[in-house]
């Protein structure tokens, strides 16, 4: 087995788990279509009580907890893309390593907090509240890393002049068109209605729409990557050694 | 790389942003310039939104009752969202920090390991430092019609977990200390590396805020709060100019790039 | 990665070109630094802790009567007799007695350590008696600035511990270290008789 091959595992777990969230995403009753945020405490606490949303809040919620966490080797990846860049120092690669567990970390808090909403339906409405007002602040608004991760990659691309680059221009340009994309939706909670509330246009749809339209092109930027260095034996020593 | 050498030679331009194209384009040290100028702006960010727009610090009082703590929400109702807001937007500039301080500790002779379990411990530092607190407090914020008793809850999770987190950034601090201590290449002066054990041991000081709700040891006191923020403030200023001159004194000029493995 | 000069370290005989100030004050420069530092901190406790006590002295005078003056004089004793040693050991050190040295030293951290223990029955006793830290505003102080000093003393025990292990092996034995390490050990001496001072004795 070659050395490479490690990375490939790594590499199609992604696939794997991006198909479960996109199940878990399209099944949570909360996500199709969002909530609002102006909905009062006993609107909420009846969202959970349905027993049409119930179920499914649990089950979409379990498999995120489960597999949240599974974008971690995969950026880890682009770390170890990062470190075989023309780059005089690791300094980029341990900014985007910093910034990876972060994200994922406040995913699974924010389930964390839809699964205990779930947990007793019962509860005081105001609780109820608490829990998926908290969930959905967590969720939408915790986009800093994610936009942290896609500057430092940017300017890791830019920085990268040699012959043969490792990522090529566009992918940098795409990263920073994506950290755009998920910017408004830090302001989550600014407000209850219009496009920056967190069932709006902007923190919902956009966010959300950037961040898969992100792990599909990467996806294939990196397969791409791993191939192509593997055929090429070029890899050197595998995993982190800077 | 031949045409980065040459480039070197050739005379800087004047102007700000002739400059910053000038070192983007060839300083050999841009990457660590990068992230100094990232972490500065980050803390310079910081300090506008938690002192100024979010009053956050200096932080209220623990022994106000409901009523008053709703009327804190709601005087600093946009305060506290917008500028909990940029935050949330910039949260990952911490990492450039870690990055530099981590590299820091790879010029040192030391292993390698401090310097991967100083970038772990602190890659989640901004979660119990400040983020839980953006989070708790923004939703008090935001909904100023909420329950005073969820009010009173979301306030004191908010301070408590600001003000009170102290085991990420005392064994942080303790890892980047040793490092100091015992590296022969001198990276950095002995004298912050015994700065580093008064940083610590505000994370010692501040503990009696979990008890307290009143006085020198509460959140806000004088002890818990205002002298260990002097104590971080010197600490952080110093850490900041030691780290511009090592990147200063960094001399790999324009040769060969390292072997990636 | 390491450079030319980490082979030359300035802590090895004087003869090698030495850092401004070394030579000026016992030990390193650095651990002055450090000493005044850590000095204005223990000031700004001092003074928050006088303040409170101006506030309501009735206060924290019929508190400070549940102290144990005996305890209190016997670990200043204590703390004296430490430093008294340390200060033999780094003259033995200088005459290159190192054994003796080495010994003294070890005094120290067994003086150290009844230090700690003592203190820590001081401790258990009050909180038998029902005086924790929350009692009153006196004991927030009592506690806080003899814990604060006692997490001194423990780091106190790492230092020692180096300038033990340098005595021990030929190699080693930096009079630079020795004397650094002396340099804190007293500090830590003088903030403990600054707060017996201010809160065992002080009317």
Redesign the interface.
């Known amino acids: 087995m070659k050395k490479g091959d490690g990375e490939l595992f790594l590499f199609w777990l992604l696939p794997a788990l991006g198909l479960t969230w996109i199940l878990a995403f399209l099944v949570f009753p909360g996500f199709a279509p969002p909530m609002s945020p102006t909905m009062s405490a006993e609107e909420v606490a009846a969202f959970y009580r349905d027993p049409n949303n119930l179920p499914w809040i649990r089950y979409s919620m379990i498999v995120f907890n489960w597999f949240s966490i599974g974008m971690i080797p995969f950026l880890t990846l682009i770390v170890v893309q990062i470190r075989r860049m023309a780059h005089r120092t690791p300094v980029l690669s341990y900014a985007y390593l910093g910034c990876l567990t972060g994200g994922p970390t406040l995913l699974f808090v924010a389930n964390l907090f839809w699964l205990l909403a779930a947990f007793r339906p019962e509860r005081d409405p105001a609780l109820t509240q608490l829990f998926n007002d908290i969930a959905w602040v967590t969720f939408t608004g915790q986009v800093g890393f994610l936009v942290a991760d896609c500057v430092f990659l940017a300017l890791a691309i830019y920085l990268d002049r040699q012959p043969h680059p490792v990522f090529e221009t566009w992918v940098a340009h795409f990263n920073l068109a994506i950290a755009v994309a998920l910017a408004p939706a830090a302001f989550v909670a600014v407000t209850l209605t219009g496009p920056i509330a967190w069932d709006g246009f902007l923190s919902f749809w956009v966010r959300n729409g950037a961040i898969a339209l992100w792990l599909a092109v990467m996806t294939i930027v990196l397969g791409r990557n791993l191939y192509r260095e593997r055929r090429a034996g070029a890899i050197p020593e595998a995993g982190f050694a800077g | 790389m031949s045409a980065?050498v040459a480039d070197h030679t050739r005379a800087r331009p004047s102007g700000f942003l002739g400059r910053i194209a000038w070192h983007w384009r060839h300083d050999?040290?841009?990457?660590?310039w990068?992230?100094w100028w990232v972490m500065v702006s980050f803390y310079q960010l910081f300090g506008i939104v938690f002192v100024l727009m979010t009053r956050v610090m200096p932080p209220p009082r623990p022994d106000w009752d409901q009523a008053r703590i709703v009327q804190w929400f709601s005087d600093n109702h946009?305060g506290l969202?917008?500028g909990?807001?940029?935050?949330?937007?910039?949260?990952?500039?911490?990492?450039?920090s870690?990055?530099?301080i981590?590299?820091s500790m790879?010029?040192m002779?030391v292993s390698r390991a401090f310097?991967?379990s100083y970038?772990a411990i602190?890659?989640?530092s901004?979660?119990p430092g400040m983020?839980f607190a953006g989070?708790?407090l923004?939703?008090g914020?935001?909904?100023p019609d909420?329950?005073p008793r969820?009010l009173a809850w979301?306030y004191d999770a908010g301070f408590l977990t600001f003000v009170g987190t102290m085991g990420v950034f005392l064994i942080g601090t303790l890892v980047w200390m040793i490092a100091i201590l015992i590296d022969?290449?001198?990276v950095f002066?002995?004298?912050f590396?015994?700065?580093n054990?008064?940083n610590l041991?505000t994370e010692?000081?501040v503990a009696?805020c979990w008890?307290?709700k009143t006085?020198?040891?509460a959140w806000n006191g004088?002890?818990a709060f205002w002298?260990d923020t002097?104590?971080f403030v010197?600490y952080t200023t110093a850490f900041i100019v030691l780290l511009r001159r090592m990147v200063i004194r960094e001399d790999?000029g324009d040769g060969p790039?390292?072997?990636?493995? | 990665m390491t450079s030319p000069a980490a082979s030359i370290s300035s802590r090895e005989a004087g003869t090698v070109a030495r850092r401004p100030g070394a030579g000026v004050v016992l030990g390193e420069p650095d651990m002055w630094a450090f000493v005044l530092f850590e000095c204005l901190i223990f000031a700004s406790y001092f003074i928050i802790y006088m303040l409170y006590r101006m506030a309501d002295p009735e206060l924290f005078l019929r508190s400070q009567e549940h102290l144990s003056q005996d305890l209190g004089v016997a670990n200043t004793l204590i703390m004296l007799t430490s430093s008294w040693l340390m200060a033999r050991c780094v003259q033995a050190a200088r005459e290159k007695k190192f054994e003796i040295a080495s010994r003294q030293v070890v005094l120290t951290l067994t003086c150290g350590v009844a230090f700690v223990a003592l203190k820590v029955t001081e401790w258990s006793m009050k909180l038998r008696e029902g005086l924790g830290f929350s009692t009153n505003e006196f004991f927030w102080f009592y506690y806080f600035l003899t814990g604060i000093h006692v997490l001194h003393v423990l780091i106190g025990f790492v230092v020692l511990a180096v300038v033990v292990h340098q005595l021990r092996s030929p190699e080693r034995r930096s009079q630079e270290i020795v004397e650094t390490g002396a340099t804190y050990w007293h500090m830590v001496d003088f903030l403990w008789v600054m707060i017996f001072a201010l809160v065992y004795v002080m009317r």
């Open positions: 980065a050999p040290k841009i990457e660590l990068i992230c946009t969202l917008v909990f807001g940029i935050i949330f937007l910039v949260a990952g500039m911490t990492a450039s870690n990055a530099i981590g590299y790879r010029r002779s310097a991967y970038i602190y890659s989640l901004a979660i983020l989070i708790l923004s939703v914020a935001m909904r909420r329950d969820l979301l022969k290449n001198r002066p002995r004298w590396g015994y700065l054990i008064c041991l010692f000081v009696p008890i307290m006085g020198a040891f004088s002890i002298v002097g104590v010197v790999f790039l390292p072997d990636p493995s």
